[in-house]
């Protein structure tokens, strides 16, 4: 079975420009996570889908970062104009579904440097 | 606010030496504990879970993790590790609206 997918695995970019993650989940998987996790610091998730709906966006700066999931499958995470401070791991993760039972399966990340 | 503690960001330990990593969680309610592993150059990934019922939980690779609801904890645990678990370690906390809380990591370097 393959895995959570996630391109490009690296990213180098001056600030202001934009930048685009590309997640492709676990076939199957209903629920899909972005994650940013800053050096020296756990995952802190962005936003939370299920299927094609954002049902928990609380946490991700809108006035920069933008997400979407068409179809229900794949999912791009864009940050415009980038900033100094983005620089960190996105992380992608998919589940089954919300039911307790349902395990978080994580892709190998992003790793954004900002300059 | 909920968040999560792990008081030990880097260890250090000699082979067979026995381990316990420290996890703390502020939250009330009902939560749902993990505790996942990122090997060098790979995912992370799950190492154990507890939902319910025996607070005792095994996970994979000789891995336990004990919840003690009165410390609000979630300590790992294993009796002797080995130079394969160098790895940095991340406690989880799902509380309430399905929203995962991570600690901010353990680095856990096995001397050989």
């Known amino acids: 079975e393959a895995g959570v997918v996630q391109s490009p695995r690296y990213k180098i970019i001056e600030k202001k420009q934009p930048v685009a993650f590309w997640c492709n989940p676990i076939?199957?998987?209903?629920?899909l996570y972005w994650y940013r996790q800053n050096l020296g610091q756990g995952p802190e998730l962005l936003i939370r889908?299920?299927?094609?709906?954002?049902?928990?966006d609380s946490q991700l700066p809108k006035d920069r970062f933008s997400a979407e999931r068409l179809k229900g499958v794949d999912s791009t995470l864009k940050i415009q104009p980038a900033e100094l401070g983005d620089s960190a791991v996105y992380l992608c993760?998919?589940?089954?579904?919300?039911?307790?039972?349902?395990?978080?399966?994580f892709g190998p990340g992003t790793r954004l440097t900002v300059t | 606010a909920q968040s999560v503690s792990q008081h030990n960001h880097h260890v250090i330990l000699s082979e067979a030496a026995s381990l316990e990593l420290g996890c703390n969680y502020s939250?009330?309610?009902?939560?749902?504990l993990f505790w996942y592993v990122q090997y060098p150059g790979q995912h992370l990934q799950l190492l154990l879970k507890?939902?319910?019922?025996?607070?005792l939980v095994k996970g994979i690779k000789g891995f336990e993790a004990e919840f003690i609801k009165s410390k609000f904890s979630f300590n790992l645990r294993k009796p002797s590790v080995q130079w394969s678990d160098t790895a940095e370690y991340f406690c989880?906390?799902?509380?309430?609206?399905?929203?995962?809380?991570f600690g901010t990591g353990t680095r856990l370097k096995v001397l050989a």
């Open positions: 889908y299920e299927n094609e709906e954002a049902v928990d």
């Open positions: 939250y009330g309610g009902t939560v749902n």
């Open positions: 989880a906390v799902r509380a309430g609206t399905y929203k995962y809380i």
């Open positions: 507890y939902f319910s019922g025996d607070p």
């Open positions: 993760a998919s589940s089954f579904g919300l039911a307790d039972s349902y395990e978080q399966y």
């Open positions: 076939s199957g998987h209903n629920t």
